[in-house]
């Protein structure tokens, strides 16, 4: 379907612009890897094993010149790992490598059509927190502290409902392809945190201001039809969220106050036309409330859009297309006005 | 190298840290000394930001205030006199998840490590340096230091500093790609903090000029300024240090400056009637050497795959 | 080819005459600027990839800009081929072939080449429009001539601009092509090692090379009538051809290492340039520090924040470093120094090779610090060392210098390919978190070792200190404490110690001499020591490779031996000099050490030429001195 063929081409756009963030989960992947490796080698040993381990390390230049078992037992032991808490760190470990093998997958999650957009976040977001239930599964059992009860699935799903503070400072970005239908985003404030990072790739036709309602003072949170513009998603300092939307959406750009004088909502288009028709289980009061949300806390900031430049730069809209959306936003403002009146 | 630090860590995430979380050694400054002053308004700091001690180091160099890592409960690195500059590049290139401090005085940032502070401010690396400044080296006992005033007698100098005293302020507006650039003073506790606040939450490298009394040797220097407040101009601005609300009845003289205002920042900083606190210059859009440095891991095995394409090229 | 060194027939096929020889010493020799090298360069790696042994040395001019046709300005390569590996620079030259007659006169009056030599000189000059010039070549060929050798005039300009407009940069490929021929090298080898050397560069000028070299093959076959054989002896294949620089480079990313902090200094520049290439693939910076103080200062706050880092320095930078060595000693940051050697004091011979840092390496950090000092011995060594130095440094938390030098730096060798290993690059730090109550310097009372607490360790927090500390590094001024930490301190050398094997005697366990040596000099010690057995001296050698911790067994090596000497490229006192008595005779580095170390009365040879020792000089101390030893 040539839909799809667009949104796939997209989403890899995407993943493309989401690279610093992807390669800082992966990196953080590849150095609790290692670094439980490590742990292993150290820890389940054996005297002979830790002498063989220590030749490895000191390489050809030893040979010859260095008594290898002699310098083995100098090495400070590793922290530790009680034998029988063993099988577990295996398993985190392979946990751990399994994620790396998955390599961008990782940061992927598609909505089938009438699919809950909240529970597919949250099950890709627990994918890929598997990362942290392993470091988690690591340090209770090397502290004793783990329980089957409590702690047995954490390698297959640890979903952000349990990631603490760090963990969300550390968090995977997420791709989600989504069908307009389906574009209920109010679920997804739960995991605007940290340094949460989502990509929404929109299919079909979507309600146009559907990511207006997640607009709170420290959310970035973007509608857009361009790719690149996702790298103000990419780059936002902690949570954001970002919509590749169809064509005549609302296209917005929020960001956290970042001084005086600084524009923190910037619209840059309206749609031409009004919300006609209840998408899937959207209805049309439910869209034209997501434009008038965003159309008030626009006049609320006193920021019609003309002249306003985010840290963009923005040069998608220049001033005239700037001064058509103010003029359409007034104009919005206007008719909202009326219909209440009429109401 | 590779920005990322694991996951493995204890449990224990969301603890709150207190005051007592981050008080070290008790402090052994003299009496009345200001350096008292900026320990507790970088401990205020680290209780307010929540930072936690284990990522947190202070890094030091030697002079009374390079004492200043001790007294904190977190890691810190004193080290050679002049030289915690390098040492903390060193510390935030290979892991830049810590949260990096650097304390030094002036004879250690603008004498014998006047490179370093030069270069540190033009790599633009994210940390906090203070530069506490008594005018005088305090440790080895009254030595002309070279923010002395011209005229200042000390025990290297019995006739006075022969030479006019060096504007930190000024000259590190001068250096290429300085990104943030403050002066506060340590007897003004709320300014103090603030301008701390501001320097820690800044993406860069935050020079901090901390006018600093020095009960013993340089007590008079700043004996007016302390007793008239009328000397001294604050630098009002949102993107800056505003002036604290408790400040602004008994510090009248505000001076409204736009810290992205670098022409008009040098002349504030040039004129040296007047005491100026506040930031002078503040640019979070400059390049930053650790993000420009920052690459990926790398797993073990993948670097001996790359290796070998590397050796491939001098196989024979 | 000298006597000594070579077995050579000569043979007659066809109209060339065919020299047959075990090894042989080739230098191509220009004004800097007109590609010497790369032509030097290219033949040594030809001959490595047809199976010769290969040890190749830049000639260095000491200035960056000499005045054309100086005698200071002669800049070029010297390769030495053999049939069977060769691991020195050798004696003197065989084959010379120079761009001008005065460079080549630069190489005659340092005695650099063989009586009985074929010299390969451009005829250019003897013609010139400029009298001195023309005056110049007349009274250098009267000099060379009066030498014996067998000199032979080329028109290299004149055939070179049958190709190109501008021949001065094509006589390189020309004097190339020259030297397959006489060696009959593997033309089609050739020609691709020379699109390798050029493959930044445009396609036409790899074919413009590859035309000179046709040329030049071309010329020689037709006016030349003595060609060498060198036979390859070797397998070449899973071999290795870099300098030691290059070796070290490698070796660093091997060993896992992720931060490299330097400032530009001769000749330790190119390790640098090395890793400029492709550290950043691993994950590596090359950190360019404003100076030398900064280098090793950003290193080590980066060893002491997680994975061991390294600097790399030359005399003059380990000299601006000592404070910064002190404090990593003193705290226990484990970092990995690498200096390599020029000649000093002060800025010295910056280009040349030394050994004269030793003392420095060990000793230069005022106060008492203990430390590991380390000295490959080859260029493979320089790789494999790395790895080592880095694994000793993190398990004893402390400061290893790794000792090369400008030999080693730019000589260029084939060596066996290692099998890579990720156990190499070792284990991650330890960032578990730290029971409650365990001092950061949780010294171990027997061996003085303790773990390292990096920050990002729960539980860990303390501040490191250059001032005396005690075991929870706090500031200590108590004399039993300090007593107590240097003693830690110390212990971990001793402990080290414990775990090094007695050094493997070169030949004979026992006899008249012992030569000892360290580093660079190796090969030329062996070869040296082989040509003396051959002749029935009583001669052996060993080598070290821990200078501190001293390896073990020594006294015992020495005492099988009637005279122990070493054999080392730094200054030392003759006795037969003016006022120079056995009581103030200031001696080698290493037999300085080795006194005081084992109180045997070790003597020295030692040369400061600013170049790498020859085998037949250390033959010639090596006969002289069993003669005068009393030998049997």
Request: a negative charge; aromatic letters at 6%; one cysteine or more.
């Amino acid at each position: 379907m040539p839909s799809e063929k667009k949104s796939e081409e997209l989403a890899s756009r995407a993943l493309e612009v989401l690279g610093r963030p992807r390669e800082e989960f992966r990196s953080t992947l590849i150095v609790t890897s290692e670094e439980l490796r490590s742990l292993l080698d150290a820890g389940s040993a054996t005297a002979e094993a830790r002498a063989a381990r220590t030749a490895a390390e000191l390489g050809a230049f030893a040979v010859g010149h260095i008594d290898i078992e002699k310098f083995s037992s100098f090495q400070q032991k590793g922290a530790a790992v009680p034998v029988s808490e063993a099988p577990r760190l295996d398993a985190a470990s392979r946990t751990l490598r399994s994620l790396l093998e998955l390599g961008d997958d990782l940061y992927f999650v598609r909505v089938s059509s009438g699919g809950d957009l909240r529970d597919s976040v949250s099950h890709g977001l627990g994918r890929a927190g598997r990362a942290f239930g392993a470091a988690r599964t690591v340090e209770l059992a090397r502290s004793g502290k783990y329980d089957e009860e409590v702690h047995g699935g954490w390698l297959d799903s640890f979903p952000p409902s349990l990631w603490n503070r760090r963990e969300w400072e550390l968090a995977p970005p997420l791709i989600v392809e989504v069908d307009g239908a389906d574009l209920r985003p109010g679920g997804l404030m739960e995991f605007l945190d940290g340094n949460q990072k989502i990509v929404l790739v929109v299919r079909g036709p979507a309600p146009p201001a559907a990511l207006a309602r997640l607009i709170t003072p420290g959310v970035t949170v973007l509608q857009t039809e361009d790719p690149a513009e996702l790298s103000l998603v990419a780059e936002a300092e902690g949570p954001a969220i970002g919509a590749l939307m169809p064509p005549d959406s609302c296209r917005f750009v929020h960001v956290p106050a970042t001084g005086e004088g600084r524009a923190r909502l910037t619209v840059h288009h309206m749609p031409d036309e009004e919300p006609k028709r209840a998408l899937g289980g959207i209805s049309v009061f439910q869209q034209a409330d997501a434009l008038r949300h965003l159309a008030t806390l626009a006049a609320g900031w006193g920021l019609a859009a003309a002249g306003d430049v985010g840290p963009s730069g923005d040069g998608a809209s220049g001033p005239a297309g700037a001064a058509t959306a103010a003029d359409k936003l007034a104009a919005w403002i206007l008719r909202q006005a009326d219909l209440q009146e009429a109401g | 190298m590779s920005h990322s630090c694991s996951l493995l860590a204890p449990v224990d995430e969301d603890q709150e840290f207190h005051l007592d979380d981050y008080e070290g050694a008790r402090a052994r400054w003299c009496p009345g000394c200001g350096d008292h002053s900026v320990l507790t308004a970088a401990q205020r700091l680290l209780v307010d930001e929540q930072l936690k001690p284990e990522e947190t180091v202070f890094v030091s160099g030697i002079g009374c205030s390079s004492r200043f890592p001790h007294y904190m409960k977190t890691y810190g690195f004193h080290g050679l006199h002049g030289r915690a500059l390098p040492v903390a590049t060193g510390i935030k290139l290979h892991r830049p998840d810590l949260n990096v401090f650097v304390v030094m005085g002036d004879g250690d940032c603008v004498s014998i490590g006047a490179g370093h502070w030069v270069h540190a401010t033009r790599y633009n690396v994210d940390m906090v340096a203070m530069m506490l400044d008594n005018n005088i080296y305090g440790l080895t006992k009254m030595q002309t230091s070279p923010t002395t005033p011209q005229g200042y007698k000390s025990n290297t100098q019995p006739q006075g500093s022969w030479l006019p005293a060096l504007n930190p302020i000024e000259a590190t507006l001068g250096i290429t790609n300085a990104s943030f650039v403050a002066q506060t003073a340590e007897w003004i506790p709320a300014h103090l903090f603030a301008t701390l606040q501001a320097a820690y939450r800044h993406n860069g490298f935050a020079f901090v000029r901390v006018l600093q009394r020095c009960p013993v040797f340089t007590a008079d220097i700043y004996m007016d300024a302390v007793r008239n407040p009328e000397m001294i101009d604050m630098l009002d601005h949102p993107d800056g240090v505003p002036v604290p609300e408790s400040l602004r009845q008994i510090y009248p003289n505000h001076l409204r400056h736009d810290p992205l205002n670098l022409s008009a920042a040098r002349d504030l900083a040039a004129d040296t009637s007047r005491i100026r606190l506040g930031v002078f210059f503040r640019d979070e859009g400059l390049p930053r050497y650790e993000e420009t440095r920052h690459l990926p891991a790398h797993t073990a095995d993948d670097k001996i795959r790359i290796l070998n394409e590397e050796l491939d090229q001098y196989a024979v | 080819m000298a006597e000594d060194t070579a077995v050579k027939t000569r043979e007659q096929t066809g109209r060339a005459q065919v020299i047959r020889s075990t090894q042989c010493t080739v230098e191509v020799v220009s004004d800097s600027g007109e590609g010497a090298q790369k032509c030097g360069q290219t033949f040594g790696a030809v001959s490595a990839k047809m199976g010769n042994g290969v040890w190749t040395v830049e000639i260095i001019p000491a200035e960056i800009q000499p005045p054309p046709r100086s005698p200071a300005g002669a800049s070029g390569n010297r390769i030495r081929i053999g049939e069977r590996v060769v691991t020195n620079w050798g004696d003197r030259t065989n084959v010379c072939i120079a761009f001008n007659e005065q460079v080549l006169l630069a190489r005659h009056r340092l005695d650099a080449i063989e009586d009985d030599a074929i010299l390969l000189v451009e005829n250019m000059w003897a013609t010139h429009s400029d009298e001195d010039i023309r005056a110049e070549w007349t009274a250098a060929m009267e000099e060379l001539g009066g030498a014996g050798y067998r000199i032979i005039e080329v028109p290299m300009e004149q055939e070179c601009l049958t190709v190109v407009d501008n021949a001065r940069k094509g006589k390189n490929m020309f004097a190339l092509g020259i030297l397959c021929w006489m060696f009959d090298r593997d033309m089609d080898l050739t020609r691709e090692q020379i699109a390798h050397a050029f493959r930044k560069k445009a396609a036409e000028i790899t074919e413009r090379n590859h035309q000179l070299l046709e040329l030049g093959y071309a010329w020689a076959d037709e006016n030349l009538d003595v060609r060498i054989d060198v036979r390859p002896g070797l397998s070449a294949e899973n071999t290795l051809v870099m300098n030691g620089n290059q070796a070290a480079a490698f070796g660093a990313v091997a060993a896992g290492m992720e931060m490299a902090a330097m400032y530009p200094i001769t000749p330790a520049t190119s390790v640098s340039h090395q890793l400029g290439e492709i550290f950043y693939k691993f994950g590596g910076i090359v950190h360019q520090a404003e100076d030398e103080i900064a280098a090793v200062g950003v290193a080590i706050g980066a060893s002491y924040s997680g994975k061991v880092a390294f600097t790399i320095t030359s005399g003059p930078g380990l000299a601006l470093k000592t404070e910064f060595l002190g404090l990593s000693v003193m705290a226990e940051i484990p970092l990995v120094v690498v200096d390599v050697q020029r000649g000093g004091p002060s800025t010295g011979l910056p280009t040349k090779v030394e050994q004269s840092d030793l003392l420095a390496a060990l000793f230069g950090q005022p106060g008492d610090a203990p430390h590991v000092v380390m000295a490959p011995a080859t260029i493979e060594e320089c790789f494999h060392a790395m790895i080592t130095a880095r694994r000793i440094a993190e398990t004893f938390r402390t400061l290893v210098v790794v000792m090369t030098d400008a030999n080693l730096a730019t000589g260029v060798q084939p060596f066996p390919r290692p099998t890579l290993d990720p156990a190499w690059q070792g284990s991650a730090p330890d960032m578990s978190a730290i029971p409650e109550g365990k001092p950061p310097y949780d010294w171990d009372e027997a061996t003085g070792l303790s773990r390292r607490f990096i920050p990002g360790t729960p539980g860990g927090m303390h501040t490191l200190t250059g001032l005396a500390h005690d075991g929870n590094s706090r500031v200590a001024y108590a004399s039993a404490i300090n007593q107590k930490s240097s003693e830690m301190r110390s212990r971990k050398m001793a402990v080290l110690q414990s775990t090094l094997r007695p050094p493997e005697v070169y030949g004979a366990e026992s006899g008249d001499l012992l030569v000892v040596g360290w580093g660079s000099t190796k090969g030329a010690i062996e070869e040296a020591v082989d040509r003396a057995r051959a002749e029935g001296v009583s001669v052996s050698s060993l080598h070290l490779r821990f200078l501190s911790p001293m390896e073990p067994g020594l006294k015992a090596i020495f005492s099988r031996f009637k005279k122990v000497m070493t054999v080392e490229i730094n200054y030392s006192d003759e006795l037969d000099m003016p006022y120079i008595t056995e009581e103030n005779r200031r001696r080698g580095q290493l037999a300085w050490l080795l006194r005081a170390q084992t109180l045997v009365d070790v003597d020295c040879w030692t040369r400061v030429l600013g170049e790498p020792l020859r085998p037949g000089a250390i033959h010639d101390v090596i006969r002289s001195n069993v003669s005068k030893g009393g030998a049997a």
